[in-house]
């Protein structure tokens, strides 16, 4: 049973447009939301976080948005470059930091030029 | 400031052997975390260490073990590996309290 779901496996945009990345949940105890970006040959890398009193969190290019009620996350990406071409993971947690994260599968990112 | 680091970076076993895999955590975290990431999947947590304890635990069989050390450092062992274990193995560090997980590169562990 899958708990945390990125249903697009690939997306590709156009540089300079906005990515939007989608991610659902189905366990209402994780109380913490991550996106990170994964390069070939290397590890993930944090982007940004949301923690569940929040709707919105912004880093500079990159926003990420929560709907509790529908059990959704989406990352935004404005506007995108070609180096965002990568594969990216939503991940979810509860319990303070002391649990593992539970991932998505992921969804591979093409910025076209 | 160094980040999280592994090694081996590669290592090539038979099935039946058994592993040992290494981590270095970020500077100044105190918590070590170790997934495995199957080709075309998401990291799958194995557990966590936490004050030379294992803190939490995913779906993993017992042969699958760990420990830290006073250092904060870390290692994760395997044992009568099976073809299924051939995998990327990322261990991640974080600090007691804080959400945020930062991962090294990871070790492709490949079993013949």
């Known amino acids: 049973d899958q708990q945390v779901k990125q249903n697009s496996p690939s997306l590709s945009v156009q540089e300079g447009r906005i990515s939007i990345l989608n991610c659902d949940y189905t366990n209402s105890m994780f109380d913490y939301f991550l996106w990170y970006k994964k390069y070939p040959a290397e590890g993930p890398t944090f982007l940004i976080s949301?923690?569940?009193?929040?709707d919105k969190n912004e880093d500079g290019r990159f926003t990420v948005f929560l709907n509790k009620s529908a059990k959704h996350l989406s990352l935004h990406i404005v506007p995108s470059q070609p180096g965002d071409s990568a594969v990216y993971f939503c991940?979810?947690?509860?319990?303070?930091?002391?649990?593992?994260?539970?991932f998505g599968k992921g969804t591979h990112l093409i910025i076209q030029p | 400031d160094a980040g999280v680091t592994q090694s081996p970076t590669h290592l090539i076993k038979t099935r039946g052997q058994q592993v040992t895999l290494r981590c270095s955590p970020k500077s100044g975290h105190d918590t070590v975390s170790w997934y495995q990431q199957a080709l075309g999947q998401g990291p799958q947590f194995i557990f966590q260490?936490?004050?030379?304890?294992?803190?939490q635990r995913g779906n993993f069989p017992d042969r699958f073990s760990g420990h830290q050390f006073p250092n904060y450092s870390s290692e994760l062992n395997v044992n009568a590996l099976l073809l299924g274990d051939s995998a990327l193995y990322l261990c991640a560090s974080s600090l007691a309290g804080y959400n945020e997980q930062f991962f090294g590169p990871g070790t492709r562990l490949t079993v013949l």
């Open positions: 991940a979810a947690e509860s319990g303070g930091g002391a649990d593992g994260l539970t």
């Open positions: 260490y936490y004050e030379e304890e294992e803190r």
């Open positions: 949301i923690s569940s009193i929040k």
